[in-house]
């Protein structure tokens, strides 16, 4: 068996691949020797696609500054003003 990644001496193409996969059971257990596709780790989602989460706090003035400005943009959209082209416009 090849490496994750690697490609054997003979590649599919993107018609070959699409009948295997209809022609495939959803149902069916995984082969015990299965390798992680171009060595994704196991997991929901691979390292690349999302990170971990930092664990740092941010300050009480930053969290209150982030909340000031997502209830102006709400309330913004409550009394019928538009802001999606970053002038407020009448909507």
Do not use: H, K, N
Request: with cysteine; hydrophobic share 45%.
């Amino acid at each position: 068996m090849e490496p994750a990644g690697r490609l054997g001496p003979r590649e599919f193409g993107d018609e070959e691949l699409s009948a295997l996969a209809l022609a495939a059971d959803p149902d069916a257990p995984l082969d015990p020797d299965a390798v992680p596709w171009l060595g994704a780790p196991l997991g929901l989602l691979p390292e690349w696609y999302m990170g971990p989460t930092s664990g740092r706090s941010s300050s009480r003035a930053r969290r209150l500054l982030a909340l000031a400005l997502a209830a102006g943009l709400v309330g913004g959209c409550a009394l019928g003003l538009c802001v999606t082209s970053g002038w407020v416009q009448i909507a």
